[in-house]
């Protein structure tokens, strides 16, 4: 258990569906992350929210769209999705005072498939 | 894309220590190496990091050379539960993408009983 956890763990969605992805930390940080795992290839980084502001979006489609409501909360709401947008979705979180913190904390991630 | 280097595999017994390499010739003064690891199907977790000096934990030992062109994470006694893909990851200790960490294939460890 690393403090984040994510929900559901497995989703299998339509192209036309809508659906979201949430993650919770426990951790009490400021900074929140998603990143995405296609079959092999590297982790990408998708958005960071800093303080509940998005600082970065790695020129992500807009069928993917987050939300941070809080510092403990992030969603990722999913419409319209592609085939190879099939992957697992992981979440993190951090504590980012005047220099980033050195350990990011990772969810157990959300095993998407799109049919 | 990622700054560093590392072999794509390697096995280790079980019981003997794990070596493995990372190359980060292009590293900056002020950027530290990571290390984070990604047993199958969880999520990554976080090693070790270190600027210049050896650092230890409970983990691992890091060893960065002292040109910081190339660092060696050790597991003394390396178990099963050690089989992973091995991340090792350059970074500022900075805000903004800068700071971001930035994954590459990593070294998949296979210890082998």
């Known amino acids: 258990e690393t403090g984040v956890t994510q929900t559901p763990r497995h989703l299998v969605m339509g192209m036309t569906n809508k659906k979201s992805l949430k993650c919770e930390q426990h951790l009490g940080h400021n900074a929140m992350y998603w990143y995405k795992q296609s079959a092999k290839k590297p982790l990408e980084l998708m958005f960071v929210?800093?303080?509940?502001?998005?600082?970065e979006n790695n020129s992500v489609p807009s069928r993917f769209s987050p939300e941070c409501p809080n510092s403990s909360h992030l969603f990722l709401h999913l419409h319209t999705l592609q085939p190879e947008d099939s992957a697992l979705y992981l979440c993190?979180?951090?504590?980012?005072?005047?220099?980033?913190?050195?350990?990011?904390?990772f969810g157990p991630g959300t095993r998407l498939t799109v049919t | 894309d990622a700054k560093t280097t590392q072999p794509p595999s390697m096995d280790c017994a079980e019981g003997r220590a794990a070596n493995l390499p990372c190359n980060h010739s292009t590293i900056s003064g002020n950027e530290y190496v990571y290390w984070y690891r990604q047993i199958h199907s969880q999520g990554p977790q976080y090693i070790i990091h270190g600027l210049k000096n050896n650092e230890t934990n409970e983990m691992a030992s890091l060893i960065i050379t002292e040109d910081r062109k190339s660092s060696t994470l050790i597991l003394p006694h390396a178990t099963l539960r050690d089989t992973a893909v091995y991340y090792c990851i350059v970074r500022g200790n900075y805000g903004g993408s800068q700071g971001n960490l930035i994954f590459g294939k990593g070294t998949k460890l296979s210890v082998k009983p």
């Open positions: 929210y800093n303080f509940k502001e998005q600082t």
């Open positions: 993190a979180s951090s504590q980012e005072d005047r220099v980033p913190s050195y350990e990011q904390y």
